[in-house]
């Protein structure tokens, strides 16, 4: 696939231009950090290719892509927890996004059962607990 | 130097064990959440190593890998902008921290002068524009 981004500039035009030119890494992903929209929430991480991060800005519902399935996948295809795009940001040195989310279907983001991904709690001794505000949703 | 987490297990143990159980990647990296412990507003999106995430956790301290200068990095130990740890979360995969932090020194954490790193909102026309939002702190 041709990459629909022009190619990174300077640090400067990076910091601070109005186009974006996002800095794929080595395997062409950059990290996707996905919140709810309305709560603020993070949701889960993810990653996006060029064609992820395109057809998520074109269509309004979020794609990434499967490290482990190698493969584009729209989040939701399967489990109906698409994910309708409020924003997308980018950071700095434009190596991430930030997606701002309504999440459809039964509100989940997480193949696991809960509300996020972040439902566990590490502590100092490296022992991990639930968290107390760990929604499960219906699955 | 050695990895002080204990290797990750079966797809459930992983998911739903008590025990963090950090997936590295192949350079030896997770993706790291940051976000303000208070507003809950995401600050960035930076990587750990195994002693990074160790000394995350002991010492209340954030801290990171720099992939630019190969090395570990305390944030704030140049800039003054120390993040104070209110909570580590992992994902379910293991392979992505949330840390929940209170921003030290002038309450930024992104070297180009705003709040957050995520100061820019990407358009579908490829276009970047500030956030209404993307407080400039002091500098």
Redesign the interface.
């Known amino acids: 696939m041709s990459d629909?981004?022009?190619a990174p500039g300077s640090s400067d035009e990076v910091?601070?231009?109005?186009?974006?030119t996002p800095r794929f890494d080595a395997n062409g992903l950059i990290?996707a950090?996905t919140?709810h929209a309305v709560t603020?929430?993070?949701l889960?991480?993810a990653w996006m290719n060029a064609e992820a991060l395109s057809l998520t800005?074109?269509t309004g519902e979020a794609h990434y892509f499967s490290r482990s399935r190698n493969a584009l996948w729209k989040k939701g295809e399967t489990s109906g927890q698409i994910q309708k795009v409020a924003?997308?940001?980018?950071?700095?040195?434009q190596d991430?996004?930030?997606l701002k989310v309504w999440p459809q279907g039964d509100g989940g983001a997480?193949?696991?059962g809960?509300r996020s991904?972040?439902?566990?709690?590490?502590?100092?001794d490296?022992?991990?607990?639930e968290?107390p505000d760990a929604g499960q949703h219906a699955h």
Chains 1, 2 share one sequence.
């Open positions: 629909p981004f022009p910091e601070r231009g109005a186009r974006l990290a950090v919140t603020g929430e993070v889960m991480l800005l074109s924003e997308v940001r980018v950071d700095c040195d991430a996004v930030l997480c193949h696991v809960f991904c972040f439902y566990r709690v590490a502590q100092a490296g022992s991990l607990v968290a």
